[in-house]
Structure formats: structure tokens, C-alpha cells
DNA sequence: TTGAAAGCGCTAACAC
DNA sequence: GTGTTAGCGCTTTCAA
């Protein structure tokens, strides 16, 4: 690995003049030097040594995205506008996975140990735990999702347009008897969610349903034991596809028994074929913005919280039909 | 942040004393003080700067996961196992999403920023280019699946075992004309497993998959165009939950008109309710071994290849029935 | 125009 | 037993 004490060698400049040149610094050197330096860089495939540059800043140059599982399949549009944001802005992204023993080791852990400059929370609002750990180390944090605590730095969707979209969406088709499905464990955005939902098409009936083990299959049941809704709104594409699916394994036809649809998009609205229609939200501006504002936050140390407010939008794939008048 | 020197200056010994001490270095010193440091060192909530020690010891104590994508269903399980080991050895394990537009930037960046001591590639073995690249920065990694190159460090699970246990399976439940999907693309790997599984039980039929897109409808209509194989075996769990899945909804029952058998396992398994069988491979187990046999890289600089040699395992969840004899 | 020097927080060889 | 010192690679005043 070349150094920057390698080009001033063999440029025969100081050191530092070389920092300086290459960092395009308002300094006046000899045009011939400059390319020289510039030269010598290149040939010897000089790229900066952030660890020790970091040390000198006092920042790392990084920033980290928790996450409680990378099995959530939500995260990839995210994760991917977090990226794109990041590479833009020159840092790096680190996604972490919590540990499930204890969730906030690691990321203490590597906020501590001076790795990242600032953090980005792609699911939960950080803990109020977490929240006074991370102040009393200085260390700013975007949130993607509001928690209780609305003064915590949160860029969020507009999950009031998300939802009542939806509810639009199926009173228009002709729905009044639907049931609503919302993701547990319930967070304070979530119950929030419903009652958008709720204020527009109010559900008859309100079930619950986890990412996986028997929740769908519970849903199923209730379903049937139900004077059967119209429709099945769903707080997440994930449990829309499987009930899609698990409602016609069990004979039940979707759309034209029952329609269903999603919240968020993802290649897993694909699944059931030819997929289930959803609400899309705007996930992937929504982990750039975060980055954005994240870099913002460490740069002038303050940041107004922000919804994202491209539109939703409803992506038909099939699973929602118009009732018809008896 | 509290540094070494703040705790110095508490204690009133020099920072190389405090330094030694903290670490447990074979130093003598009074027990009075050896003491008191540590009460400081707690007090102040002291954590050593990993920046600045890895600066002075020229590693980072950070090992990257490169993934090509994070919406892989299989790497939950890798990476779980992954983060355990690398916890366990003391390392902070980051995954780094692989940009689409660039595959190798953010690798080579961060390896030539100093920001990590290792790397341990989830899913492709690294290009021949990514490898030189690595190989030239002398920067050890570990790649969990085999790519042509067989030389470069490798920690493999036993595919050979596993996809003879799949044909074997449904050989024992009676199937002989069966069809093998492959996953696209496919790889040096693939090819060597669907020759294991060949060598057991000849497919009759031989297609091709990828994830996502048009996959499993292709799929699902070959086999209606054919001459209707008993069994469809994949090399992807997640093919394998789309298939029985999409075949239930054209009406084609599973295992009663086919039987479908996945490979490797993860919570996807469960998504056809109530599962999909698979053959379930030492996933977690692969990626721990990965980390501790980087580890063993970084520290000794010699690594002998090595394959997970636990046993494949059939997860029976019910989509392979025995061939009735007519 | 360029260089010297200090220092970010830490470790380790060596001195007392 | 404990302190001194040098230095990892870099940036940034300040001096020449």
C-alpha cells in the first residue's frame, strides 16, 4: 500500500505537499510538481488511508445501517437508495446486523470503538436506551421510522398517504366489509397506519400477523371463521403474498372471493403469481434521503426531521377486484 | 469519549502503564494500582479507540461480508453464523452490499482505505480480477462457495453429500422419472451438484431457474408441456417454495400430482403453508467456520481449505409423496 | 512556493 | 514497578 510518504519520496517533495496536492488544497505549487505528484499517485495506485486520516479528523468516513434481521425483505430498496447516497456523499455504508441476544452491543460497540461517524436505523426507532447512549456519545442518528419520541432526527414515508391510498383503493372498488392485518409487534407508526386506514374505510375486523410462524395461518382462520370480508388490507407485502397464497391453498380464491392487498413493494410482491398488488412507498428515496440528511446532521450538527413525500402509488398486480352490487 | 490519557491523568500514572495494564499485558504492577485503573477506566466508561489502535498495529479488527445482494434468502443463516464467530474472535463483521453498477468499487475501496482486515465472500467466489486485486494489496479473504479457481481459500458446505441425499430421497420414495431445476446463473458449483445429483438419479429433465422475474412460470410450463416428471427437485429453497406454490395455483397439486424437494433451508421453507421439504445444509455452520478460518488467515497467514462436513438433513415438511406403484 | 513540526489515540521496545 | 520514546499515516498551522 503507498503512502503518501512513498510519492514524496519519489517526487522528492515533503510530505505534506503531497497532502496538500492531492487534496486539491487552495495551495500554489509548481505546475510540473503537481503532475508529477499526481503522476506518481496514480502509478503507484495511492488511495488514502482512511483509518489514519480518521484519526486525524476525529471522523471515520463511515456510517452504519442496523438492522434487527437481514431476512426483511423490505430492506433491499432501502438498503440500495442508502448506497447509492452514500457513495455519492464519499462514505462508506456499513450494514450491521443486531445481535439477537443483544441488540445493542454491537452497534455501542462499534460506535464506541470510533468506527462510524453516525448511524442510520433502517427498521425500529432506536431504543430510548440506545437514544441517550448514542447522545452521550455525540454520535448523530437518522431514524427511518418515527418512535414514540418525535424529537428524535427521523426521515419517515408518508404513511398517512400510504394508507389512506389504500383504503381509497378498495372503497372504490365497491369494499365495506374488509378486515385490516397489522404486523406485530405493533410500533407506535403502525398504530398510527391503522388509524388512517380506519378513518377512511373503517375494518370490521382487525387481526394480527408476524413476518412468519403461524401468523398467516391464524389469519387464514379467522378469515374463515369471519362473515367473510370483501377484502384484506395489509400493513406489509410480505404477509400479502402469503395470504395470497395460503388463501388459495386452502381452496379460497383471490381475487374473486377475496381481494387482498400489500403496503410497501418488493420483489416478493412477485412471489404469488403474478404477484399481489400493493401500495408502493418510495423505500429506496426514503434510504437516500436518510443519508442524506445523516450527513447533513454530522456535517452542521443539526437537521429538521422530513417525511418523504413522493406520492404512493398503487401497483395492480391482480389480487384486488370490484364488488359487484347483488 | 475517554481516552487512555484522560485515565492516566486521573490515576496519576503514565498512559503506557494505564495501556498495559488494560490490556492484561504480563506487567507488574502494584495491585493498588492495577486496580484503581480499572475503577477509572469503568468509571469514565473508558472503551479503547479501535481507529487509533488499529492505526499503530496496522489492522482494523474488522472483517467485511461482501453480498451481491441483500435480498438473498439464504444469508440470514450465513451471516448469523458469521456474526457469531466473528463476535466470539473479536472482530466486527460488516456487510457490505455489492454495487450493481460496480461489483468490485466498495470492495476494493474499503480495502484500500484500511478498513478492514479480511473479507469473506457469502455467495460468488471473487472474480479472478477481485482476487488479484486482493492478492496484490495482501489482503486475505475467504470465499464460502468454490469458484474455478480451487486454489483460492475456500470453506464449502458438502454439496456432493447434499445433492446425493436429494436424489437418494426421492429415489427411496420411488421416483425415477424426475426433473432437476437448476438456479441461473449458474456456477462452477452448480454444475458439479447437479452432476452428484445425476450420478445418483438421472434427470429426465433438466431446466433453468433464476429468482426472481419469469423463473418459475417457465418452469411450471415446461412441466405441463412435458411429459409430467413425479418429481421436481431444485437447487434453491426458494425456487422450490415459488414452484409449489405456483403449481397449486394452476391447479396442480403438490405431492399429490408432484412431489417438489427444495435445497437448503431458511424460513422461505415455510412460506408454501405449511412448507416446502428441503434438503437443509449446514448454512450457519459454513458461515461461523468462514470467519474463524479468515481469522486463522489474518493471524498465521495459512489457511488449509476446508469443507463443512456436517451431514445434509431432509426437512420432511410435505411436498414429496412416494410414488404409488400402479 | 515549499517544508518543518505537532498531534490524533494507541502500543511496544527499552530505559530507569 | 513505572516512565520515556518513537511511530502508525495523515492533516494543518506556522515558518521560511
Known amino acids: 500500500m503507498a503512502t503518501l510518504r512513498d510519492i514524496a519520496k519519489a517526487v522528492g517533495v515533503d510530505i505534506s505537499t503531497v497532502s496538500k496536492v492531492l487534496q486539491g488544497a487552495p495551495i500554489r505549487v509548481s505546475e510540473s510538481r503537481r503532475q508529477e505528484i499526481f503522476r506518481v499517485a496514480e502509478q503507484l495506485n495511492y488511495r488514502p488511508n482512511m483509518v489514519a486520516r480518521g484519526l486525524r479528523l476525529g471522523k471515520s468516513g463511515a456510517i452504519a445501517m442496523p438492522v434487527p434481521s437481514t431476512a426483511n425483505y423490505l430492506y433491499p430498496e432501502i438498503i440500495g437508495g442508502a448506497e447509492d447516497a452514500a457513495d455519492r456523499l464519499g462514505y462508506v455504508l456499513f ?23 453516525g448511524l442510520i436505523f433502517a ?45 381509497e383503493y378498495l372503497e372504490r372498488l365497491g369494499h365495506r366489509r374488509v378486515a385490516f392485518v397489522k404486523v406485530i409487534p405493533t410500533s407506535f407508526t403502525s398504530e398510527l397506519c391503522m388509524g388512517t386506514f380506519a378513518a377512511r374505510l373503517e375494518p370490521e375486523w382487525v387481526w394480527e400477523c408476524d413476518f412468519f410462524g403461524e401468523g398467516v395461518l391464524s389469519v ?18 410480505v404477509v400479502a403474498a402469503r395470504l395470497v397464497q395460503g388463501l388459495r391453498e386452502k381452496g379460497i380464491r383471490v381475487p374473486e372471493d377475496v381481494s387482498v392487498i400489500g403496503y410497501h413493494d418488493s420483489p416478493i410482491a412477485q412471489w404469488p403469481l403474478p404477484g399481489v398488488t400493493t401500495v408502493k412507498m418510495a423505500s429506496r428515496e426514503q434510504g437516500m434521503r436518510g443519508v442524506e440528511a445523516l450527513c447533513e446532521l454530522i456535517a452542521k450538527g443539526t437537521f429538521a426531521g422530513e417525511v418523504v413525500s413522493t406520492p404512493p402509488e398503487i401497483i395492480d398486480r391482480g389480487t384486488c377486484a370490484a364488488v359487484l352490487p347483488c
Open 123 to 167: 427498521d425500529d426507532a432506536p431504543s430510548a436506551e440506545l437514544v441517550s447512549a448514542l447522545n452521550g456519545r455525540r454520535v448523530p442518528f437518522i431514524s427511518l421510522n418515527k418512535g414514540s419520541d418525535l424529537d428524535s432526527h427521523c426521515v419517515a414515508l408518508d404513511d398517512q398517504a400510504g394508507f389512506a391510498l389504500q383504503a
Open 220 to 237: 387464514i382462520e379467522r378469515y374463515g371463521a369471519s362473515d367473510a370480508p370483501t377484502a384484506i388490507a395489509t400493513a406489509s407485502v
Open 95 to 117: 450494514v450491521l446486523k443486531q445481535s439477537a441476544v443483544d441488540p445493542l452491543g454491537r452497534i455501542l460497540n462499534i460506535v464506541a470503538q470510533g468506527r462510524v461517524d
